[in-house]
T-cell receptor, first 113, second 114 residues
Framework: NAGVTQTPKFQVLKTGQSMTLQCAQD?????MSWYRQDPGMGLRLIHY???????DQGEVPNGYNVSRSTTEDFPLRLLSAAPSQTSVYFC????????????FGSGTRLTVV | AQTVTQSQPEMSVQEAETVTLSCTYDTSESDYYLFWYKQPPSRQMILVIR??????QNATENRFSVNFQKAAKSFSLKISDSQLGDAAMYFCAYRTGGADGLTFGKGTHLIIQP
């Protein structure tokens, strides 16, 4: 049981480049979400999904797109990377609406130069 | 919007002693959940303990316990018999009962002195 898998673990982008951070879970969890963590800050919610085909914005959605075509996958897209998007990104999932336990991936460290 | 405040950027404790990490939150909701997460240098987010707002009894998990003061909107974490492996960043987090997504505090860096 792999849990939540994020790829890549590290990435360096040039300003203006695009990329997709991958997140996959094998626990058949309904809920998936993306957070970013900046120095001196806690994690902040970017986007979340309550099931396949359903997504919504979190606290800091600007500059990011998401889609949820399957239960297992929830990719995060940066269409035109900016230095302000340099951060550590975490994907998390949980089983259902009343579930308490979020399972986090190990994070992706993204640097935009 | 809900906010979570951790007023201690860093705490230090001697091994085997007890330490308490503070957390306050602001909400107008009555149905919510509170969590403490541990983040060691490996970066992994690890759930330490959770508390449902409707429960009056404070949650306990082995050496970890909380002091949940609903009226004061306070949710502190007590770590007893501190161990070197407890050294990490600790984040307090909040979730509204009817919505997804966690709101995190800025974290407390816990140092364990041998």
């Amino acid at each position: 049981n792999a849990g939540v898998t994020q790829t890549p673990k590290f990435q360096v982008l040039k300003t203006g480049q695009s990329m997709t951070l991958q997140c996959a879970q094998d626990m058949n969890h309904e809920y998936m979400s993306w957070y970013r963590q900046d120095p001196g800050m806690g994690l902040r919610l970017i986007h979340y999904s309550v099931g396949a085909g359903i997504t919504d914005q979190g606290e800091v959605p600007n500059g990011y797109n998401v889609s949820r075509s399957t239960t297992e996958d929830f990719p995060l897209r940066l269409l035109s990377a900016a230095p302000s998007q340099t951060s550590v990104y975490f994907c998390a999932s949980k089983e259902g609406w009343r579930s308490y336990g979020y399972t986090f991936g190990s994070g992706t460290r993204l640097t935009v130069v | 919007a809900q906010t979570v405040t951790q007023s201690q950027p860093e705490m230090s404790v001697q091994e085997a002693e007890t330490v308490t990490l503070s957390c306050t939150y602001d909400t107008s909701e009555s149905d919510y959940y509170l969590f403490w997460y541990k983040q060691p240098p490996s970066r992994q987010m690890i759930l330490v303990i959770r508390q449902e707002a409707y429960k009056q009894q404070n949650a306990t998990e082995n050496r970890f316990s909380v002091n949940f003061q609903k009226a004061a909107k306070s949710f502190s974490l007590k770590i007893s018999d501190s161990q070197l492996g407890d050294a990490a960043m600790y984040f307090c987090a909040y979730r509204t009962g009817g919505a997804d997504g966690l709101t995190f505090g800025k974290g407390t860096h816990l140092i364990i002195q041998p």
